[in-house]
Each structure stands twice: as C-alpha cells, then as structure tokens.
C-alpha cells in the first residue's frame, strides 16, 4: 500500500457487506455489487474477478477461515469463493475480498495466498486446489442459484438461507451454481496466453487454473488474472 494518499479500500468496514454463512457464492455476487456501486471498484467492475476455488473431490484445505475451530484457522470446505480486485495505482497491491477471512479486509493477493492457500505446504494430491477465474461483469451477468444444494434429501435447510430472495440470471436462469464449482482437471488451462485471456473476458465460466505444486507455479497460475486486466 502507499502511504502517501490513503485507499478506500482499506476504510471498507466489513459489516457494510451482506454475508450469510456457508452461502460464499451469493456472498461475492453482493459483494462485487457493492465494490461497483460504492467507487471502490470500477463501475462495471471491470477490474474485478470472481475465483471459485475446489476440486474433482470437493475437499479444500484453507486456513485463516472464521468457520474453523482451530487455532490455525484451517477448514475442509468442498469449494470456496472469493473476490481479487485488479490494482492499477503503481506498485499498490492487488486484492483478496473474502468474507469469511479472519485477515485483514481486504488482504493484499500475495499475503492472502501465502496464509490462505498455502502453497508451500505439501497436500497430498486429493486435496490440491483449482481456481476457477471468471471475470466479474460476466458473472453478474450469468450468475443464479435457488440454494438446491443447500437442502437435504427430505428438503430441510442445511444451514439458514440469506432473508433475500435467490439469485436469478439476466437470461432467467434460475440455478447454474453447479456449472462453477464443478471440477475437472481435464479443463485446467495449459497456458496463461491470448486464448486464455480472451476466455475470462468472453466466457460464462472463465478458465481454470491448477495449483501446481509449490509456491512459484501457484503464484503464475493467479498472475494471469492481473495479467488479463491489463489487456
């Protein structure tokens, strides 16, 4: 961060946000508006991105989460979503937006993942993470869920929904959740060039990035998101 002009990122307070647990994907959607309509982000939210983190298994390690019981923070969700906001003010970092983050809100990108994401620490292979990178205007756009998946096999809420009603995309679609965090290794991107770029601008799901293994390889798997902002 500079500190020679204070950033109106970092006077948000936390509870202006709507955040109901367990429902992280209508979290961001409100989240990314909010961002918008606040001059936080660009208007259109063009400088914003939506990242679903999971994988074939449904099992992801992320630490420093407020649902955890542990002192290090960890939780085993089945996916995750979180917000990385594009900088273009010199050397001011790029952003993590994550509701559900004991860091600070928002955390710088770097930090986040070494604290978050952890790249560092070995997993064994079923709990390696996907991060799929969909830009936000799309999203916005695209974006519904009527919470099926939050309901047991005899209908019951398996944790209390938000007081608003469901999310319904621009083109009546009603529920498409599945479509984002639904994994598979065979569509990871093989590299971070025009095509993929042009993707997360063009479609619905964006590209997906794999992990990797080790911290450098994570890290060029989530720099093409600035990258492709600056395209």
């Known amino acids: ?17 709507y955040h109901t647990p367990f429902y992280c ?36 390690p992320l630490w420093h989460q407020k649902a955890s019981k542990r002192a290090d ?19 001011t970092p790029h952003l993590v937006w994550d509701l559900d ?12 993942v070494s604290e978050t994401i952890r790249p560092s620490f070995e997993l064994f292979s079923e709990y390696r993470r996907f991060f799929r990178i969909v830009h ?10 009527d919470r099926r998946h939050m309901k047991d096999s005899a209908g019951n809420w398996t944790a209390e929904p938000p007081a608003y009603g469901p999310i319904i995309a621009e083109d ?3 529920h498409n959740l ?26 619905k799901l964006g590209v997906l990035a794999n992990e990797a293994g080790g911290k450098k390889k994570l890290a060029i798997s989530l720099w093409w998101t600035h990258k492709a902002a600056e395209g």
């Open 1 to 17: 961060m500079t500190t020679s002009t204070p950033e109106r990122s970092s006077l948000v307070d936390i509870s202006e946000f």
């Open 178 to 203: 599945n479509e984002y965090n639904e994994i598979c290794a065979a569509d990871v991107m093989t590299n971070a060039g025009s095509d993929s770029i042009n993707a997360v601008f063009t479609q």
């Open 25 to 60: 994907e209508e979290n961001v959607y409100f989240l990314c508006k909010k961002l918008c309509t606040s001059g936080i982000a660009d208007a259109r939210g063009s400088d914003l991105f939506v990242v679903f983190i999971s994988n074939e298994k449904k099992q992801i």
């Open 101 to 112: 983050s004991s860091l600070p809100f928002p955390s710088p990108l770097t930090s986040y």
């Open 136 to 145: 936000a205007p799309i999203f916005l756009q695209c974006f519904a869920s």
């Open 73 to 91: 923070g960890v939780v085993l969700w089945d996916y995750h979503v979180i917000c990385i906001q594009k900088r273009r003010e010199g050397d």
């Open 172 to 174: 009546g679609a009603v």
